[in-house]
């Protein structure tokens, strides 16, 4: 168990929908980040916040956003889904804000029908 | 080398075999360079973050070696066991945002008993 939480563990919805997945760090962690794995590709980096700030953005689409919390949670908006966005979403945090380990959840299974 | 790349893709190995595999990626502005483990139904799990060149990292029968001015790295797992068996994960982030990581595909490990 790394220590980090992520729900739901499933979800499925339908194309044009919006969901919104839920990311809780390590106890200590400031960064957290969000990575999506689907079937043709390897693992995606998405986003990073530190201590509440945008830190790194990798190539997210502009139906996606995300944000940081004061109590350092995170969440990750997908909108106007498609197919393709079917795919493992993980979360993964860090104490600072780049370089060391990265802890990864357990993920997000999102199909989209 | 452009991106992070794994070789091999997949290998089988008999349980006490000693195994290795490569990960190759861009040398010029190097910063850092993670390993990871991945079981299938988990999540990805870190092993080592290597900095500098010429770095040796061990934990317990796994370790790597860094060589930054050719862009490679060597992951070895002395007397294979079948608990072994999972994908091989190599990232490094490109340019200094330092949490920014670019994984590579993977080396899948299976060990047979």
Redesign the interface.
């Given at each position: 168990d790394?220590g980090v939480t992520q729900t739901p563990k499933h979800l499925i919805t339908a194309t044009g929908q919006r969901v919104t997945l839920r990311c809780s760090p390590r106890s200590g962690d400031l960064?957290v980040?969000w990575y999506q794995q689907s079937l043709d590709q390897?693992?995606?980096?998405l986003i990073?916040y530190?201590n509440g700030e945008e830190?790194?953005?990798?190539n997210i689409l502009e139906r996606f956003s995300a944000q940081q919390f004061p109590d350092l949670h995170s969440e990750l908006n997908l909108s106007s889904l498609e197919l393709g966005d079917s795919a493992l979403y993980?979360c993964?945090s860090?104490l600072s804000?780049?370089?060391?380990?990265?802890?990864?959840?357990?993920?997000t299974r999102l199909t989209v029908t | 080398i452009l991106n992070v790349e794994q070789s091999p893709q997949s290998l089988h190995v008999q349980e006490g075999d000693s195994t290795n595999f490569t990960c190759s990626f861009p040398s010029s502005n190097f910063y850092a360079l993670h390993w990871y483990r991945w079981e299938t139904a988990k999540s990805p799990e870190a092993l080592f973050v290597m900095t500098l060149n010429g770095d040796e990292k061990k934990k317990g029968r796994i370790s790597a070696t860094l060589n930054t001015k050719e862009g490679y790295s060597y992951l070895y797992i002395k007397g294979s066991q079948p608990e072994d068996s999972a994908t091989y994960l190599c990232a490094s982030p490109r340019g200094s945002t330092l949490g920014r990581l670019y994984f590579g595909r993977g080396t899948q490990l299976t060990v047979w008993p």
């Open positions: 790394s960064s980040y390897g693992l995606q980096f990073q530190y830190r790194a953005k990798g993980f993964a860090s804000a780049g370089g060391d380990e990265q802890y990864f959840g357990p993920g | -």
